[in-house]
């Protein structure tokens, strides 16, 4: 996007931004954080990954999941020791996972490869299905599934499978992929289990009050392609939200007991939820070392300032799978939208981000290589990259090696939940998978990322109470403009980083 087409205001945030540097505001860090916006978060315990992980068990969802379509669903998983497993995966019309639309039932057998290349911490394994069977629970949920076949001649051939609406039978179980079925219907209705392809077991101690840690242990299973046509031929190389053990889950969880009792019977209703308003105002943190497909692990720190609509954040990258190596940093800040509802993603909020500043801090020898061996005309023009030195790229639209564009759009998707300890949780939409950004309305995610924790509301001395929210711009403060679509990176990574280290 040239600049000439940026919102005026925009343009004179980004050439104040300029300023400030030159009057020698960079690289002194100038966001201190509160102890408690520290990460990892203090009141996380280091978790370890099992080598080679152990699958044997019952692992469950600890709330209602969110894959790209949008699909609502909750999953039940039981693996055996002789290699056999049964998977439930529950489908919902509503976003609080209380409307059962249908259930799956997949029986297969899974094998532990090797170590990944490609996801470090993660094991590459194999698997065979089975039998695939689902169940509708109402008419309507028969006709969306149904509908997804299209004029193929496999469709036609799998059509016969699932019986006219005015024959639904309540209960049935109708099979995809089994014995009885020559050819494999599931596929043709965009199912796969490639998340088992990519897998980790990690453990934690949850901290107890008034009594012993208590052991957790998490699943971590393939992502999800974010363009459902993509799905069939994608091996995962990023996470989706991991499934928790029915016997060492996370406590208060309300749904797991829920979710580790149901079949395909017997769809897992969760408690209601109490919507939460999108109040962004305040500082946000990534609870743990995320891991992105096409292997990027990071922690993200964001503060949103409510009242002028502005945005600035930390994304720390990191070589391993723990993110205790550093790579380099990245800051970037811009402006943002008011939020309003999605009609797609119920429960979510769509915003227009808009990055408009960067700066970069090289915090291994490799990356600061390459930043040095850039084109003059990048990455902050010319002048030396030094190991933990922070330079502004805004001056050079960005720095390319590094995928970074700027000033640069995002058509976002937010959504906030409060966990049952009470913490407020933000999610924000998930990356195109094949690397790209959310620069058109048309690519504006319809799932989410793992969720950043409230590590401080009142940022600023805006209470939320008081005006720290999208949609209330208070005196004083130079407010972010209210142009149509403004402001964000939520990281514009590209593959060209791959290349490079
Ligand atoms: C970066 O370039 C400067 C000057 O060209 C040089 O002194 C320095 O050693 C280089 N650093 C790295 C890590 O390549
Ligand atoms: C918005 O307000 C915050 C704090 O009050 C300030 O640091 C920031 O620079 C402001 N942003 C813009 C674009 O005015």
Same mark, same amino acid.
């Given at each position: 996007?040239?600049?000439?087409?940026?919102?005026?205001?925009?343009?004179?945030?980004?050439?104040?931004?300029?300023?400030?540097?030159?009057?020698?505001?960079?690289?002194?860090?100038?966001?201190?954080?509160?102890?408690?916006?520290?990460?990892?978060?203090?009141?996380?315990?280091?978790?370890?990954?099992?080598?080679?992980?152990?699958?044997?068990?019952?692992?469950?969802?600890?709330?209602?999941?969110?894959?790209?379509?949008?699909?609502?669903?909750?999953?039940?998983?039981?693996?055996?020791?002789?290699?056999?497993?049964?998977?439930?995966?529950?489908?919902?019309?509503?976003?609080?996972?209380?409307?059962?639309?249908?259930?799956?039932?997949?029986?297969?057998?899974?094998?532990?490869?090797?170590?990944?290349?490609?996801?470090?911490?993660?094991?590459?394994?194999?698997?065979?299905?089975?039998?695939?069977?689902?169940?509708?629970?109402?008419?309507?949920?028969?006709?969306?599934?149904? =509908?997804?076949?299209?004029?193929?001649?496999?469709?036609?051939?799998?059509?016969?499978?699932?019986?006219?609406?005015?024959?639904?039978?309540?209960?049935?179980?109708?099979?995809?992929?089994?014995?009885?079925?020559?050819?494999?219907?599931?596929?043709?209705?965009?199912?796969?289990?490639?998340?088992?392809?990519?897998?980790?077991?990690?453990?934690?101690?949850?901290?107890?009050?008034?009594?012993?840690?208590?052991?957790?242990?998490?699943?971590?299973?393939?992502?999800?392609?974010?363009?459902?046509?993509?799905?069939?031929?994608?091996?995962?190389? =990023?996470?989706?939200?991991?499934?928790?053990?029915?016997?060492?889950?996370?406590?208060?969880?309300?749904?797991?007991?829920?979710?580790?009792?149901?079949?395909?019977?017997?769809?897992?209703?969760?408690?209601?939820?109490?919507?939460?308003?999108?109040?962004?105002?305040?500082?946000?943190?990534?609870?743990?070392?995320?891991?992105?497909?096409?292997?990027?692990?990071?922690?993200?720190?964001?503060?949103?300032?409510?009242?002028?609509?502005?945005?600035?954040?930390?994304?720390?990258?990191?070589?391993?799978?723990?993110?205790?190596?550093?790579?380099?940093?990245?800051?970037?800040?811009?402006?943002?939208?008011? =939020?309003?509802?999605?009609?797609?993603?119920?429960?979510?909020?769509?915003?227009?981000?808009?990055?408009?500043?960067?700066?970069?801090?090289?915090?291994?020898?490799?990356?600061?290589?390459?930043?040095?061996?850039?084109?003059?005309?990048?990455?902050?023009?010319?002048?030396?990259?030094?190991?933990?030195?922070?330079?502004?790229?805004?001056?050079?639209? =960005?720095?390319?090696?590094?995928?970074?564009?700027?000033?640069?759009?995002?058509?976002?998707?937010?959504?906030?939940?409060?966990?049952?300890?009470?913490?407020?949780?933000?999610?924000?939409?998930?990356?195109?998978?094949?690397?790209?950004?959310?620069?058109?309305?048309?690519?504006?995610?319809?799932?989410?990322?793992?969720?950043?924790?409230?590590?401080?509301?009142?940022?600023?001395?805006?209470?939320?109470?008081?005006?720290?929210?999208?949609?209330?711009?208070?005196?004083?403060?130079?407010?972010?403009?209210?142009?149509?679509?403004?402001?964000?990176?939520?990281?514009?990574?590209?593959?060209?980083?791959?290349?490079?280290?």
């Amino acid at each position: 996007m040239p600049a000439a087409m940026l919102p005026y205001a925009c343009v004179l945030v980004l050439l104040g931004a300029r300023t400030a540097e030159a009057a020698g505001m960079a690289g002194a860090g100038h966001l201190r954080w509160e102890p408690r916006c520290q990460q990892p978060l203090p009141n996380r315990a280091p978790v370890t990954a099992l080598l080679p992980p152990r699958l044997d068990g019952p692992w469950i969802s600890t709330g209602c999941e969110v894959r790209p379509g949008p699909e609502f669903l909750t999953r039940s998983y039981t693996f055996y020791p002789n290699r056999l497993f049964r998977a439930y995966q529950f489908y919902y019309r509503d976003p609080s996972c209380r409307e059962p639309a249908h259930s799956l039932l997949i029986k297969g057998r899974v094998r532990l490869r090797r170590a990944s290349w490609v996801t470090r911490g993660a094991t590459e394994a194999d698997y065979h299905l089975y039998k695939v069977g689902v169940v509708f629970h109402s008419r309507r949920a028969l006709l969306d599934v149904a =509908g997804r076949l299209d004029h193929s001649k496999v469709s036609r051939d799998c059509a016969h499978r699932l019986p006219p609406a005015w024959a639904w039978l309540p209960g049935a179980l109708y099979e995809l992929l089994g014995a009885g079925a020559e050819r494999d219907c599931a596929a043709a209705l965009g199912f796969t289990m490639h998340e088992l392809s990519l897998v980790r077991v990690q453990r934690r101690l949850q901290p107890e009050p008034r009594a012993a840690p208590r052991l957790v242990e998490e699943l971590y299973l393939g992502d999800i392609h974010t363009d459902r046509a993509e799905r069939r031929h994608y091996r995962p190389t =990023g996470y989706q939200r991991p499934l928790q053990s029915a016997l060492h889950h996370a406590h208060p969880c309300p749904a797991c007991s829920l979710i580790a009792r149901s079949d395909e019977h017997h769809p897992p209703v969760l408690p209601p939820q109490v919507a939460l308003p999108l109040r962004l105002g305040g500082r946000w943190v990534s609870p743990g070392c995320e891991v992105r497909p096409a292997v990027l692990f990071l922690t993200r720190l964001f503060t949103f300032h409510g009242h002028n609509r502005s945005w600035e954040g930390y994304y720390h990258h990191f070589s391993d799978p723990t993110c205790r190596q550093p790579t380099f940093t990245v800051y970037a800040a811009g402006c943002y939208t008011k =939020g309003t509802p999605s009609a797609k993603v119920r429960g979510g909020t769509e915003l227009v981000f808009q990055v408009t500043r960067a700066r970069i801090t090289p915090m291994d020898r490799v990356t600061t290589a390459m930043l040095n061996f850039s084109e003059p005309s990048s990455c902050g023009g010319p002048g030396a990259w030094a190991l933990g030195a922070e330079r502004d790229i805004t001056a050079t639209n =960005g720095c390319l090696p590094l995928g970074i564009r700027l000033p640069h759009v995002e058509y976002e998707l937010f959504r906030m939940e409060r966990d049952p300890l009470g913490q407020s949780l933000l999610f924000i939409g998930q990356r195109p998978t094949d690397g790209s950004s959310p620069d058109t309305p048309e690519k504006r995610p319809t799932s989410y990322q793992a969720p950043l924790v409230l590590c401080d509301s009142v940022a600023w001395g805006f209470s939320p109470q008081h005006g720290a929210q999208l949609q209330t711009p208070v005196r004083g403060g130079t407010p972010c403009p209210h142009v149509a679509p403004l402001p964000i990176l939520l990281l514009v990574l590209r593959p060209a980083l791959l290349q490079w280290l």
